[in-house]
């Protein structure tokens, strides 16, 4: 060969290194043994950890892999790469075609990733030698894409499961219930919806707090979920509502014996933090014995039976029947009269007196709600209340009934029919306690309808006052600043202590109507009203007996002397202006007493 000759050939393989020791992919070509016949720096940098790109001239994978291995004898996994590359050399030996994969093991310690180009090596006479490659670190890009997997992955559960309690949701419960039924109509074989709703679920909410009866619910899903077939699909729709999906049913006896399970397992007492609950449920069960019956039909008929299991006394289920769908179709029908309800004028607020057992006179009287409805008459709270929080329509009829109930106190007291010392009672619920702005609101009605604060007086339930006490107490220490007086009502049937009491300054205690009832022929009862009567003379509090309806009860509890009661006995709740008669006649006697004994 001549000098000139070699010299370009030289420069040729100087050149080819250099551009090759300056690519970023790594380049290699091996033998049918995997020795390495040429390396380019990326790949011996990168991959080999090789001194320079003389070094796996002759050698193979195994060898740096083990070499690097035996460094790190602490780290087992410190380098992986060896077996990988060379399983891929000979699958595309045997292919004997150009093949792409993507490699991946343990460089360094670290996950490495290759996107790898492979092809066969032949000389002149088409003889293969070897395998020659290139590959391209995709670490980042992998591991950006599994990210975006789970990203996915998480959007996707998250779509079709509640999150509190893992269970399917509405969209997956109504897919599920759909695939179902075309399953269902192929078989000949029954589906069922059972609409599983906790009783008085609200009541834990409010007295232990959200946290409570968020853990409360996720032991009840792994309870209800412990019961039904692993074909079986139980979804949280919300709240304290599960829905269950049972198919192949062959007999109605089936769901029944179903349905007794889950509400044993629903009633076994459970302990959080140190507190035992006890719960139970009412099961509303649909089947689809109707032909053509979609997924709405079937959700809409399970409630309807869930609904009539809570009216026959709760802790029980009940099928659906048509004649349930006239019920749902007539609270259907309750509910859009009550979106109008109030721009129509439609409520009016009743009054039921408040009497000093000892005088007789009237001292007070408590605000109640009640709805004049053009056709079913006066409606009391315990048919709409519900409903109205339901349709997110209790907010503004609250407002309305504190309104008109101090703008009706601050005329009877500008007219003189009542006494300085005579009070109106208004509820205040957990709803109002929840509310940031409500203290606000509230003064704001006070300053409009011109009322004393010191005439006010505020009920709150016993057993919603541990809901959120550190909230409870920042509210009420307010309200009880401005003058307000607070009263604790239905005392005795909840977990109120003489902490409480103290701590929340109450002024007023309300003996629970169930309580007196049977009064003067419990003697249980009897002693439980004397045990409040002492609280309230020994904390300094005064206390009213709820549920008065006979002279025998009156008498009682005269003589062991309470101090004041309402109850049917003396008068029902009725409208304003008929107990504002009643104010004026005994304000006219009054006067006509105190000049006639001026003239003696």
Excluded at 124 to 137: A, I, K, P
Excluded at 384 to 393: D, M, N, Q, S, Y
Excluded at 459 to 468: A, D, K, W
Aim: glycine share 6%; net charge neutral; proline share 3%.
């Amino acid at each position: 060969m001549a000098r000139d000759d070699m010299d370009e050939l030289l420069l040729k393989q100087d050149l080819l290194r250099l551009l090759t020791d300056n690519l970023p992919d790594m380049l290699w070509i091996k033998d049918l043994e995997g020795r390495y016949l040429f390396a380019n720096k990326a790949l011996c940098d990168h991959l080999l950890m090789a001194r320079d790109t003389e070094e796996p001239i002759g050698k193979t994978d195994l060898f740096f892999a083990a070499r690097e291995r035996a460094r790190h004898p602490e780290d087992p996994d410190w380098h992986t790469f060896g077996e990988v590359c060379r399983n891929s050399d000979q699958v595309t030996a045997e292919a004997n075609r150009p093949m792409r994969f993507e490699e991946w093991g343990n460089v360094r310690g670290k996950p490495l990733y290759l996107e790898v180009h492979k092809a066969p090596f032949y000389d002149e006479q088409g003889r293969m030698l070897g395998v020659l490659g290139s590959g391209r670190d995709i670490t980042e890009e992998v591991q950006l894409r599994k990210k975006l997997e789970t990203q996915r992955n998480e959007l996707e559960y998250q779509a079709r499961h509640d999150l509190l309690t893992g269970l399917a949701n509405r969209n997956h419960f109504q897919e599920a219930l759909r695939a179902a039924l075309q399953r269902s109509r192929r078989s000949g074989l029954g589906v069922a919806v059972l609409f599983i709703d906790l009783d008085g679920f609200k009541n834990i909410n409010d007295i232990y707090g959200h946290d409570i009866g968020d853990r409360l619910l996720q032991l009840m899903a792994r309870r209800l979920t412990s019961v039904i077939r692993e074909v079986d699909t139980l979804a949280r729709l919300g709240g304290d509502e599960f829905t269950l999906i049972v198919e192949c049913v062959r007999h109605p006896r089936d769901l029944e014996i179903l349905a007794e399970k889950l509400l044993q397992a629903i009633r076994r007492p459970l302990t959080l933090d140190d507190v035992t609950h006890r719960m139970t449920a009412s099961i509303g069960i649909s089947l689809n014995d109707q032909k053509g019956i979609d997924c709405q039909t079937m959700l809409r008929h399970a409630d309807a039976a869930m609904y009539r299991a809570k009216e026959k006394g709760r802790d029980r289920f009940e099928f659906y029947t048509s004649r349930l769908t006239e019920q749902a179709l007539r609270r259907l029908v309750l509910e859009n009269e009550l979106r109008n309800a109030l721009e129509e004028g439609r409520f009016v607020l009743h009054y039921q007196p408040r009497i000093a057992l000892e005088s007789g006179r009237i001292c007070g009287a408590e605000v109640l709600v009640r709805w004049r409805h053009p056709r079913q008459g006066i409606i009391g709270p315990e048919r709409f209340v519900e409903i109205a929080e339901h349709i997110g329509l209790i907010a503004e009829l609250d407002r309305w009934v504190y309104r008109n109930g101090l703008a009706q106190l601050q005329r009877w007291r500008s007219q003189g029919l009542v006494s300085d010392d005579f009070r109106m009672a208004f509820n205040l619920s957990v709803r109002h306690l929840e509310q940031e702005d409500f203290l606000e609101r509230f003064l704001a009605l006070v300053r409009d309808c011109d009322v004393d604060p010191g005439a006010i007086e505020l009920e709150i339930t016993e057993t919603r006052l541990l809901g959120n006490l550190q909230t409870s107490r920042n509210l009420l220490s307010r309200l009880k600043r401005l003058g307000v007086h607070l009263a604790i009502d239905d005392f005795g049937t909840g977990y109120a202590s003489f902490a409480y009491l103290k701590r929340l300054q109450f002024d007023t205690l309300k003996i629970d109507r169930s309580f007196v009832r049977d009064l003067p022929d419990s003697e249980q009862d009897g002693a439980i009203v004397r045990a409040i009567l002492g609280i309230g003379r020994a904390l300094g509090l005064e206390v009213v007996a709820e549920g008065v309806e006979s002279l025998p009860q009156r008498d009682f509890l005269r003589a062991e002397g309470c101090p004041y009661a309402q109850g049917f006995l003396f008068d029902r709740p009725q409208p304003a202006d008929v107990l504002e008669s009643r104010l004026r006649r005994l304000a006219a006697r009054t006067s006509w007493t105190s000049r006639r004994k001026g003239r003696r």
